[in-house]
């Protein structure tokens, strides 16, 4: 993985960047060499994709300047960058779905012929010899929504290169794929480097980063802490960069653990799904809570949909009070007294047009039919004592759950659960998008319910708060379990690592965090 | 304040009708007229209330128009083979609930877009229809009973303007303060955060469903009665589109989650009255689409127009 003696394509100074309420990017320095692959990584809201959208066009910084060849260069649009021959696949790929491969391939920029006329056979001919290079080995004119994921990201990346293409940015390009399409992916990456590509890769994960990337700039709170040669770099070290000193809070907290001597309430083994899920085995005692930490693709969603039964596994049991339990949907999943806080409160966990005593409700109807109607006094009295309990701030039960903010929101759907009297509490990201002061009272919440004896499963992007709240952490990474730890074991850098797609203990048995960063 | 303000707008639209209709035309104040009325808007009222329900959940039921057809026709020809009146009313109303379960499954279990599913069925039905008939209209001679379903009288009032202000109260009751009637609007407000709650979706809009078909099997018997014969081709056709008007002038959204019985209710007496406005004025048939077409865009505009003039406009939250 040598360079060559590196030219600068893009040298990027000083750039800044504030959004309201945030400084995304403070005086970042960021070149990029012809040739390499560069990776970019930081955690969630370094400033990574900031970046990378400034170079991209897509947005202007608020100070600083670009150079490219040696010349200084503004981007005002991304025809701008691309212009220059800057291209960015985007997580989230923008194709259209209904449009054949060929069609995408020349999205917003098709090709005409001397006489005006579409040059279909032509670019037939160059996207065909294209993408068979790339090994896509179906059909031009399938429409994309038909392909793979492996295969969509070919024709993103097919689509810029047929434009002028000296650089490919790609964020979290592995992310959707599996063991063998990245594989496939890497060989693809290698082949473009060698044919003089400069590659940028967002990513979280570290075999992209090992594997192919000969540098790594870490961004952490919109600054630049760090650059090294992948070569000369350890997985360890690659952490320490990315977290700084801010981890050492949040490990004070010591709990009891007396839950250890309790059952065992939820017992996951080696469920699999057809698409992600590999072999997923955790338990959770009755009075624990058991965090779920992972990147987006990592499977956490799917391993609480399985549990609710919205999902089918192609393999494994799931046991509960020891029994062998596979629910046919949510309402079996409630009646087993397993209950879930959908991930997207607006759109999958409340009814946000109706009142709050409906949403409240909503999951535990049954206990307030009455033989000639809805008992209202009786479901009225109960939502306001669970809105008591929980600390909710609302006018009248009567409006629209829709007016309550974030943290309120997510109290109503925690309500439902404990009206619907569930044991077993599957939180996905209870605390996205929803301040502090809301985020603590969950905290609380849900080590109190635990105290009483429930068994939580709680899903968190941001590390910090499972350390807080969780009692142990499994560790996930494209739908493998890579790590399993304890309270009294918790070491941020390994769950980082293990996040990241390191198995097992890298860092060794009993990690002193602080050695580590000293 | 909220339901007030609702009871008054409906109130209001049918109100002010009532009186620019009376003075347009004088004849329409007389008692006979006024039960002329009644009658005529009960057969796409009854329908409208059941659209309403299958609306409110998210759906919508294009099948209504000839279920009405297949069930005049089976009607009179069971009465020609002889079967007891409550075997006819029964069997008939039957085959409208298997056309409402149909409807129900290919929405709820194979995941059809209702509009699709109940296009279908439209298309069968009336075909069914006019197979088992060749064709042809069934002239029969009803006995008393089911007359009676038609020009029958109770305390002076018509016996169909009693069905629908009966199924109105029985619709209302159960959408307002039954389970049920909460799940539905739950579910037409958003499908997936009531299935995660653990609503019984499936089983709740194949309710709604067949509920609506039911209804536009009992507004098929009076019309056949009233008729005295089936009529596979011609009886229903378009009704599904007077109903879906009358639900939209009722303020409920096609979106579903949201509208009220009584608006549903109102909407098909708007209609009844213009339709006898119409014709005491000796409008054209032609022209009286069009007039119809204006006054259901009129009565759809009133709640944007009052966003516009910034007036809370709101008609969306009123469940029941």
Avoid at chain 2, 197 to 224: E, F, H, M, N
């Amino acid at each position: 993985m040598e360079v060559q003696k590196p030219d600068v394509f893009i040298a990027m100074q000083g750039i800044s960047k504030a959004y309201p309420g945030v400084q995304a990017l403070s005086n970042v320095d960021f070149s990029i060499h012809s040739g390499e692959i560069l990776a970019l990584v930081g955690e969630n809201g370094a400033g990574k994709s900031t970046l990378m959208r400034i170079l991209a066009g897509a947005s202007r910084p608020d100070a600083g300047s670009i150079v490219a060849d040696g010349r200084e260069v503004t981007f005002d649009s991304t025809a701008a960058a691309h212009s220059l021959g800057i291209s960015t696949i985007y997580q989230e790929l923008m194709l259209i779905p209904d449009l054949s491969v060929l069609e995408n391939v020349y999205l917003g920029h098709l090709r005409e012929n001397r006489w005006g006329m579409l040059d279909w056979s032509g670019m037939r001919r160059d996207a065909g010899d294209l993408l068979s290079r790339l090994g896509y080995a179906g059909s031009l004119d399938t429409p994309v929504c038909e392909l793979s994921v492996a295969e969509q990201q070919l024709v993103e990346i097919a689509k810029a290169l047929t434009r002028k293409c000296r650089l490919l940015i790609m964020d979290e390009p592995t992310a959707p794929l599996n063991r063998e399409e990245v594989e496939h992916f890497f060989d693809i990456v290698r082949g473009l480097q060698a044919s003089g590509l400069s590659i940028v890769f967002i990513t979280h994960h570290l075999n992209e980063i090992f594997e192919i990337c000969h540098r790594v700039v870490v961004l952490r709170q919109g600054e630049r802490v760090g650059e090294a040669m992948v070569s000369e770099l350890s997985e360890s070290r690659l952490v320490e960069l990315m977290l700084g000193r801010t981890m050492a809070h949040g490990l004070q907290s010591k709990r009891s653990i007396a839950h250890l001597n309790a059952k065992i309430a939820l017992d996951v083994q080696a469920i699999s799904t057809p698409d992600l899920l590999k072999d997923v085995s955790f338990s959770v005692h009755k009075g624990e809570v058991v965090g779920l930490a992972g990147l987006m693709g990592s499977g956490r969603t799917e391993i609480l949909r399985v549990l609710y039964g919205v999902d089918k596994p192609s393999a494994g049991t799931i046991k509960i009070d020891g029994e062998p339990v596979m629910f046919s949907g949510p309402r079996e999943a409630l009646a087993g007294g397993v209950g879930l806080g959908p991930e997207d409160r607006k759109s999958e966990g409340l009814v946000l047009s109706m009142p709050i005593r409906f949403n409240a409700t909503l999951a535990s109807m049954d206990r307030y039919s009455g033989t000639f109607a809805i008992l209202k006094g009786k479901e009225a009295a109960r939502v306001k004592a669970l809105c008591e309990r929980l600390e909710v701030k609302y006018n009248s039960i009567e409006d629209s759950v829709g007016k309550l903010s974030g943290g309120n929101q997510q109290k109503i759907i925690l309500a439902r659960l404990l009206d619907a009297d569930v044991d077993i509490f599957l939180l996905d990201e209870p605390t996205r998008g929803i301040d502090i002061g809301a985020k603590e009272a969950i905290f609380e919440l849900v080590r109190e319910l635990a105290d009483k004896g429930a068994a939580v499963v709680f899903v968190s992007s941001v590390i910090e708060e499972l350390l807080r709240v969780c009692d142990s952490i499994v560790c996930l990474n494209l739908g493998r379990v890579t790590g399993v730890q304890q309270r009294e074991d918790f070491s941020m850098p390994q769950i980082m690592l293990n996040v990241m797609g390191s198995d097992s203990d890298t860092l060794g048995n009993s990690p002193d965090p602080a050695s580590l960063l000293a | 304040m909220k339901r007030l303000r609702f009871i008054d707008s409906n109130i209001l639209i049918l109100a002010s009708l009532f009186l620019i209709a009376g003075l347009v035309s004088p004849h329409f104040w007389t008692p006979e007229n006024l039960l002329n009325v009644a009658r005529a808007a009960s057969l796409i009222g009854i329908i409208a209330i059941g659209m309403n329900v299958v609306i409110i959940t998210g759906g919508i039921d294009l099948s209504v128009g000839s279920v009405v057809a297949l069930v005049g026709a089976l009607a009179a020809s069971f009465t020609i083979l002889g079967l007891p009146i409550y075997a006819t009313v029964f069997l008939t109303l039957a085959v409208a609930a298997l056309v409402g379960l149909v409807n129900g499954s290919m929405v709820a279990h194979l995941g059809f877009q209702p509009f699709v599913a109940t296009l279908v069925m439209m298309t069968i039905v009336r075909g069914v229809g006019l197979v088992y008939t060749d064709g042809q209209p069934i002239y029969v001679d009803y006995p008393p009973a089911i007359e009676f379903l038609s020009r029958g009288e109770l305390l002076g009032l018509p016996v169909p303007a009693i069905l629908f202000v009966l199924v109105t109260l029985v619709t209302w009751y159960v959408m307002r303060f039954r389970t049920i009637g909460r799940q539905m609007y739950t579910i037409g407000s958003n499908e997936r955060a009531a299935c995660l709650a653990g609503v019984p979706v499936r089983r709740t809009k194949l309710i709604a469903y067949v509920y609506c078909s039911v209804l536009a099997g009992l507004s098929g018997l009076i019309l056949t009665a009233r008729m005295g014969s089936g009529e596979p081709g011609q009886a229903g056709v378009l009704w599904e589109l007077d109903a879906i008007a009358a639900v939209v002038i009722g303020g409920t959204a096609l979106l579903g989650g949201r509208g009220s019985v009584w608006g549903a209710f109102v909407g098909a007496l708007v209609i009844g009255i213009l339709s006898n406005l119409f014709n005491l004025m000796g409008v054209d048939p032609e022209w009286q689409n069009v007039a119809k077409g204006a006054i259901i865009l009129l009565a759809v505009l009133v709640p944007v127009a009052r966003g516009w003039i910034g007036v809370n406009g709101d008609r969306g939250m009123r469940h029941g």
